[in-house]
């Protein structure tokens, strides 16, 4: 059964540090894994998607990598903003379904 | 191109009732899924549908039912309501395929009293 864990739960930065989220899954026979992001309240706004075959995708200020391997993504996030803040979410997908992980909560102060 | 669209956005209900969801998936998107977010349990798959047909469906008790119509459209169905069903209901559609990358809509808050 796969099982998805995120780590940190919580982080709370200064604006202008770089982040790095982490996320790892039980089972490697994945399709893709994608990043989250979700606001209070709100639905889930897709970051990155990185299928099974690729190491790494970026878009902006965010980069996500994937060691299948080992079980291991992580979401690096440069110069972090105020506006950075919410619960980030990993999931991966192996039967055509997202398994979740449960988040990290993201805090970014000026 | 319009996001995925999920009706209404608020539902209050009472134990016992029952409740129907709306899902609209970007246009081109056949595949539609539906997802439980709770404090507690997190985000769970509940039941995926493409071209009519559930093609996969989650852990949960058949008081949570669906479908999908022609147009992609899908309800979800939860009869008999519980205190334990007051949760956000998210749809997500894609493409499939190898990219299959799942777009969310705003959700739908149940709230059961």
């Known amino acids: 059964k796969q099982e998805v864990t995120q780590i940190p739960a919580a982080l709370s930065v200064p604006e202008g540090e770089n982040l790095v989220l982490n996320c790892s899954f039980t089972?490697?026979?994945?399709?893709?894994l994608q990043w989250f992001r979700q606001d209070p309240g709100k639905g889930l706004t897709s970051l990155l998607l990185i299928q099974s075959s690729q190491r790494e995708q970026t878009s902006g200020r965010l980069n996500a990598s994937l060691d299948k391997s080992s079980g291991r993504s992580t979401l690096y996030i440069a110069a972090s903003q105020p506006g950075d803040s919410a619960t980030y979410l990993c999931a991966v997908d192996n039967t055509d379904k997202l398994i979740f992980g449960t988040g990290t909560r993201l805090q970014v102060f000026p | 191109k319009a996001g995925v669209t999920q009706t209404p956005r608020y539902l209050i209900k009472t134990r016992g009732q029952q409740v129907t969801l709306s899902c609209s998936p970007i246009?081109?998107?056949?595949?539609v899924s539906w997802y439980q977010q709770t404090p507690g349990q997190g985000l769970q798959f509940l039941f995926e549908y493409f071209s009519e047909t559930q093609r996969n469906k989650g852990n949960f008790p058949g008081r949570f039912s669906g479908r999908q119509f022609s147009n992609s459209r899908s309800e979800m169905n939860v009869s008999t309501l519980e205190l334990g069903d007051s949760a956000l209901y998210l749809c997500a559609s894609s493409t499939l395929g190898l990219n299959n990358e799942q777009f969310f809509g705003p959700g739908t808050r149940l709230t059961v009293l």
């Open positions: 089972d490697s026979a994945i399709y893709n």
């Open positions: 246009s081109g998107h056949r595949s």
